[in-house]
């Protein structure tokens, strides 16, 4: 009974040794990986907190399909970063998203920052400014379309209006040769009772020329604020600190490692004790 226990403990402490040990050493023998940086402003940079419901989208925006698409075109990030192996168009942007991380800076609203690690500390800091560099043009043209879409609506809206003008100004004159409407034109309680119709269409065609004029100083007033928001700095998204490449490595965890190396030594150590009092033990009953 005792000798099977002992195997127990044995076979438990080679695997613990195995373990222990495959661990320490991939910590001790990985590369050094560094974490470049980057910080950008996507609201009125101010003291406090944001509105969380507007910052969350900005906070998945940089690790989005189509901004780590385009950084991995523009950069071609093809290759394995450091070996000889090609990736796929799809493996490379699933490893760039692994290795970046976005977050709000804390006590500043509405900047964020993004960080990338990597093994070289210049490809660290390269890729982090172009990642942001990306994210900042692509919210910025979108916010652009956005504005100027509003604006085409409301222009498209005054050109349709004005069509119908046209067309309601050829009809009254129409109307008019067809009623003998004297010129010039009697006073309107004489005109509504006497051509009735007449005095209808011009009343329609005067409101409707009335909005006509409104929609166009809307339209002139929206231009004005839009060219300023897109000029606006606080407005657009922008690179507040570039990344530089990194001092210092953030890991692998050589201390650490190292322990788990000396622990699981010190597991092998217990598995050979324990064989070597299982072989005495067996000896002496002998």
Not at 34 to 62: K, M, N
Not at 89 to 117: C, D, F, M, P
Request: glycine fraction near 6%; charge should be positive; hydrophobic fraction near 40%.
């Amino acid at each position: 009974m005792k000798s099977k226990l002992t195997k127990r403990l044995g076979f438990a402490a080679l695997i613990v040794g195995l373990t222990l040990c495959g661990i320490g050493l991939r910590l001790l023998l990985s590369p050094a990986q560094y974490q470049a940086s980057v910080r950008v402003r996507f609201g009125p940079e101010e003291p406090g907190f944001g509105d969380p419901y507007f910052i969350q989208p900005e906070l998945e925006a940089p690790k989005s399909d189509m901004v780590l698409s385009n950084v991995v075109k523009k950069l071609n990030l093809y290759s394995d970063w450091g070996g000889n192996i090609t990736l796929k168009y799809n493996q490379a942007i699933s490893r760039l998203k692994h290795r970046t991380t976005v977050q709000e800076v804390q006590g500043i609203a509405y900047i964020l920052e993004i960080r990338v690690i990597d093994s070289e500390p210049a490809e660290a800091a390269r890729i982090a400014n172009a990642i942001a560099e990306t994210y900042c043009a692509a919210q910025n043209e979108r916010i652009r379309q956005l504005i100027l879409g509003a604006i085409k609506v409301l222009k498209d809206e005054y050109q349709k209006e004005e069509n119908d003008i046209k067309t309601k100004r050829t009809n009254l004159e129409q109307l008019r040769m067809q009623q003998n409407v004297t010129n010039p034109e009697p006073a309107d309680a004489v005109m509504e009772s006497n051509y009735p119709s007449y005095f209808r269409a011009r009343r329609e065609l005067t409101n409707e020329m009335a909005t006509h004029t409104l929609l166009n100083g809307k339209i002139e007033s929206e231009t004005s604020i839009a060219n300023k928001e897109l000029d606006y700095e606080e407005l657009t998204r922008s690179i507040v600190n570039l990344a530089v490449p990194p001092t210092m490595p953030i890991g692998p965890n050589r201390q650490l490692g190292a322990i788990l190396l000396i622990c699981g030594l010190a597991a092998f150590g217990v598995r050979f004790y324990l064989i070597s009092c299982g072989s005495a033990s067996a000896n002496s009953k002998s």
